[in-house]
Structures are given as C-alpha cells and as structure tokens.
C-alpha cells in the first residue's frame, strides 16, 4: 500500500470517527435534555393544577367582594386576599412558562442559569408564603365566617381580640422569615421539587459528559 493511498484511508478513518463522535454527542444530548423536558413538564403540570385552585379562590373572593361592596369591613380583608392571590396566581404562571419554554438547544451552561432562575423563583415563593402567613390568617377568618356561618366577626369578637391578633401577626413576621431562611429550600423540595431537582441533575450530567 502506497503512503498516500495510507493517509487517504487514515484521513476517512479520521473523518468516520468524527462523526461518529458527533453522532454519539447529539444522542446523549437528546437523551438528557429529553429526561429534563419530561421533569419540567411533570412540574409545570403540577403548578398548573395548583393554579386551578387559585383561580377558582380569586373568583370566588372577586363574587364575595361584590355581594359585600356596601360594606368595607367585609370588603377590604377579601379584597386584600384577592390581590394577594392574583400575585400568587401570576407568580405561579411565570414558574409554568420558565418550565415549559426553555430552549434544549442552547449551550448547557445556559440551560442551567435557566432552572436556577426557575428554582430560586419557586424558593422566593415558598418564602413569601411562610413570612406572609401570620398575617394573612385574620382576614381569612373574616371571610370565611361571614361567607360560610353568616357570622359577623366584628360584633362577635371584642376589637381589643383583632387588634391583638394583628399585632401578634405582625410580631411573628420575624419567625417567619427565620422559617424561611432555614426550611424554605426543604419546603420547596417537597412542593414539586423533585422534578425540577432531576430535571437538574439530568442537565448536570450532560455538563460532565461534554466536558470530558
């Protein structure tokens, strides 16, 4: 065998390898961006389905401020619990559209930044519900006792009662945004987090696979 007919064979044997390579890069990619497609898609079915019921809450609060407009002391607890439940309702959304329209065909590194952005997103949510809580507990028993039992928590319970519960509520925030520090991230975990956790560990593995 003549020296250039060797390095023509060596050249194409080169060239095959090449692209078997690229072949097998493209199907681990797809494998990976594939399983974190399918976690993300899991997760956002889940928030979706939590949205469902915030929806129907902030419909529901919506009728009840109507049927209650006469009258401001039914009107702006529910209302207060209705705008807060608009911000949970869009906060909810954003999650849904971080999970669902991220593009597997940019760089790694880039689809990471992106499910840290849809992580630290749920953490801030988990959070704000916890620091929010003690406050929000009043207003709801306001409503819920006029909208189910017809009772006017007004006339029934001494106003020295609310305003202590009130102040109560306000002197808790400081726990609550300790709870926040300390269990918001194991919180979230639980809320749906294993998907989004996998779908990161799946994109993590695509990183080290194509840094080798």
Do not use: C
Not at 60 to 88: E, K, N
Not at 101 to 111: C, E, L
């Amino acid at each position: 065998m003549e020296l250039d007919e060797l390095k023509q064979k060596w050249a194409e044997h080169d060239r095959k390898l090449d692209t078997s390579i690229r072949l097998n890069r493209q199907v681990v990619r797809e494998l990976y961006t594939g399983r974190a497609r399918s976690a993300l898609v899991r997760l956002a079915a889940i928030i979706g389905l939590g949205s469902v019921t915030t929806l129907a809450v902030i419909m529901w609060l919506g009728r009840f401020v109507y049927d209650h407009r006469t009258m401001p002391r039914f009107v702006l607890p529910a209302a207060a619990l209705d705008v807060l439940a608009i911000a949970a309702l869009a906060t909810a959304i954003r999650q849904i559209a971080l999970a669902l329209q991220t593009d597997y065909g940019q760089p790694v590194a880039t689809i990471q930044r992106r499910l840290e952005k849809l992580r630290m997103a749920r953490i801030r949510y988990v959070e704000a519900i916890l620091i929010a809580s003690p406050l929000l507990w009043i207003p709801m028993f306001i409503v819920a006792m006029e909208a189910i039992w017809g009772i006017d928590v007004y006339a029934t319970f001494d106003l020295k009662w609310l305003v202590g519960n009130v102040l109560f509520g306000l002197a808790f925030i400081p726990v609550g945004i300790w709870l926040a520090r300390r269990y918001g991230r194991k919180i979230e975990g639980s809320l749906a987090g294993y998907n989004l956790q996998a779908a990161s560990e799946f994109i993590a593995t695509l990183a080290d696979f194509e840094r080798e």
